[in-house]
Each structure stands twice: as structure tokens, then as C-alpha cells.
């Protein structure tokens, strides 16, 4: 009897060390993640094109949390630390926070590299200065024409860094561009060489609207919310061009457009050109121009 109470102590023991062991293994697994290089960015779909492009053999950090417009946000000491830890940071060198924070960065982390993935795009600057680098409009990754820009330097400045991982960069930048070429085709097919207007509340779509043939009307005026008088005038406007629809950012109160929509029987359309998922983005603003 002593023999076999002594077998289940020894067993019950060796069963209780062995699944201490597990859980401690699978830290060891998820602690693999953080020995991957720290890529860092400042908006959710710069994110997702560093993401497509990088793969599983990076980690990306996005400093503008999901549903916060750039222009409001002040990155916590959090989010400062883990910068400590990126090697590289891929910025549209357009936003405030990116101008006034990098620099200092650097001094604190030596081996950050700053990359600036905004060469080779024409700025668009008027209209520009709510929070935006001496007026610059940020929102290039809206035309997949300046996003093919933004993918080739995301990409160049990595396989020049990790040589090692050039194929499989490369493939996946090739994939990334191919998506670009049939949004392209996507937006030609549907728009054509039609004559279109519209509105919208804060001019996101400035490089979508001068790439294909556009024309944007902004509600608010240098990030400031309409006056009465400005109103009137936006609404008239809208009657006079027979703006069929009012785009709205989900990051800005809505009440503006529905009253400029009720005056002219347009359509509100509320889009996120912060989302990461960029053509679904397109395609609804796309898809409600045709």
C-alpha cells in the first residue's frame, strides 16, 4: 500500500512539473516575437503597406491608436519608449508630431533610421496647415498612384538594410504593387473621364481627387469649423455644381454635412481613410462617385 501511494506522489509530482514547464515554453515562443526587428510608423495604413511589404520577420508599430485623427495626438511615454527599441521609422514627414518628435528621438536612440517615404510624391499643400508640416497634406496612401511611391521607398529602404531578405521582400512588394495597379484599373473603369465634384468634410482626398481628375470641396476651412456665412456659401455652392454626395471622416462629428445634405439632397458617406484595410476604403469612395 505504501509502495503504490508512493508511485501516485511521484507521478502527481512529475505531472505538476511538466505542466509548469508548458506554460514557461510558450513564453519562450512568444518572447521569439520581440528578437524581430521593431519597424515603427505613425498611421494604421502606412501600417499595413510596411506589413504587406516586411512580412512575418518584422514587428510594425503603429504611434496613432485606430479611431484618433494624427492632428490631436500626443504619443504617451509608452508609445515613446517603444521607439526606443525600432530600428527604423517610416515617416510621410507631413505631420506635425513626426517634425517635432523624430529629431529628438534620435538622440536618444542612435540607430533609429528615419526614413522618408514621401520621396518622389509632389505635395499638396493648400488647405493644409491643421496640424500638417507648413501645410502639407499627409494623406498621399488615399491614390494608389502616390502609394506605389510610398511601397518603393518602404521597400527600397529595407532590403537595403536586410539584404539577406531580399526575395521575399521583393515578392511581397510585387504583390503590394499589384494591388495599387487594380485599384488604378478599379478607378478608371468606374470613373473614367467624367466630370465629377463632391464634398467633403476635411480634404482627405486631395491626391485622389488631383490623380484622377477630381474636384474636392472642403467644408472646413484651414481646420476650423464652417461660420454661418461660410455655410451658406458651401451650400450654394453644392446646389450650383450638384454635388451628389458629402464625404465624412468617422474621426469628425457628422452634423455639418447632414445639414449641408439636407439643403441639397446630396448623400452623406461616412468612410475611414485611416483604416487599415485601404481598399475597401477606396472602393466605397469609389463606388460612390460612379
Not at 512588394?173 to 495599387?180: A, D, P, Q
Not at 495597379?181 to 478599379?186: H, I, S
Not at 452634423?255 to 476604403?281: G, M
Request: aromatic fraction near 10%; proline fraction near 6%; glycine fraction near 6%.
Amino acid at each position: 500500500m505504501k509502495n503504490s501511494t508512493t508511485i501516485i506522489i511521484i507521478a502527481a509530482f512529475f505531472f505538476l512539473l511538466t505542466s509548469c514547464m508548458g506554460p514557461g515554453n510558450e513564453k519562450n515562443n512568444n518572447a521569439s516575437d520581440t528578437e524581430k526587428p521593431l519597424l515603427s510608423t505613425t498611421v494604421i495604413p502606412v501600417a499595413g503597406f510596411i506589413e504587406a511589404i516586411a512580412g512575418d520577420d518584422f514587428i510594425v508599430n503603429t504611434m496613432v491608436p485606430e479611431g484618433m485623427p494624427p492632428v490631436a495626438y500626443e504619443p504617451s511615454s509608452q508609445q515613446l519608449k517603444a521607439l526606443e527599441h525600432s530600428v527604423m521609422y517610416f515617416s510621410l514627414e507631413a505631420l506635425g508630431f513626426e517634425m517635432t518628435t523624430l529629431p529628438g528621438l534620435k538622440k536618444s536612440n542612435p540607430g533609429l533610421e528615419i526614413i522618408d517615404i514621401s520621396r518622389g510624391i509632389t505635395p499638396i499643400t493648400d488647405g493644409h496647415d491643421h496640424g500638417h508640416d507648413h501645410g502639407i497634406d499627409p494623406h498621399m496612401w488615399m491614390s494608389p498612384i502616390q502609394s506605389k511611391y510610398i511601397a518603393k521607398n518602404i521597400y527600397e529602404a529595407l532590403a537595403q538594410k536586410y539584404p539577406e531578405k531580399e526575395e521575399v521582400l521583393t515578392s511581397n512588394y510585387n504583390s503590394l504593387i499589384k494591388k495599387f495597379e487594380d485599384a488604378e484599373a478599379f478607378i478608371l473603369s468606374k470613373l473614367g473621364d467624367k466630370e465629377i465634384s463632391f464634398m467633403i468634410y476635411h480634404p482627405a482626398l486631395s491626391y485622389f481627387a488631383r490623380d484622377y481628375g477630381l474636384e474636392q470641396i472642403p467644408v472646413e476651412v484651414h481646420g476650423k469649423e464652417p461660420t454661418p456665412d461660410y455655410l451658406h456659401k458651401v451650400i450654394r455652392v453644392a446646389n450650383e455644381k450638384n454635388i451628389k454626395v458629402i464625404f465624412i471622416q468617422k474621426q469628425f462629428d457628422s452634423n455639418f454635412a447632414k445639414i449641408i445634405a439636407k439643403e441639397t439632397n446630396a448623400k452623406v458617406i461616412v468612410f475611414d481613410p485611416l483604416a487599415k484595410n485601404w481598399e475597401k476604403t477606396l472602393y466605397t469612395v469609389v463606388n460612390s462617385l460612379k
